[in-house]
């Protein structure tokens, strides 16, 4: 199994931007899907969660109603969708899944992508 990250790139304060994650080895329509992110000099943290069910799960302040997560089965991809972006959201964004609920810790998932780097500043 395979988890690929990917969209990440330089935004402006209140821009929005849309990453991707790939997988192989494993359908993601029907797993739970989070994304975690980790700030330069800081832990990484959960952000937020779908789960098979497609009930969120929210880890990160401030970001529920600016973010979303949605599934494209015909190419096996989820993606995240981060609108009015902040300096604060800036950070390796890295997307995770595991079967049915959502968890908010990192090693709670077995399988676990590489990372996209998101900047967000003028």
């Known amino acids: 199994v395979q988890l690929q990250a990917s969209g990440g790139g330089l935004v402006q304060p209140g821009g929005s931007l849309r990453l991707s994650c790939a997988a192989s080895?494993?359908?993601?329509?029907?797993?739970?899907i989070s994304w975690f992110r980790q700030a330069p000099g800081k832990e990484r943290e959960g952000v937020l969660c779908l789960s098979s069910s497609d009930v969120y799960s929210y880890y990160a302040d401030g970001v529920k109603d600016r973010f979303t997560i949605s599934r494209d089965s015909a190419q096996n991809t989820v993606h995240l969708q981060m609108n009015s972006l902040k300096p604060e959201d800036t950070a390796v964004y890295y997307c995770?899944?595991?079967?049915?609920?959502?968890?908010?810790?990192?090693?709670?998932?077995?399988?676990r992508g590489k990372g996209t780097l998101v900047t967000v500043s003028s």
């Open positions: 080895g494993i359908t993601l329509g029907n797993v739970a």
């Open positions: 995770a899944s595991r079967s049915y609920l959502c968890s908010g810790t990192w090693t709670g998932y077995p399988y």
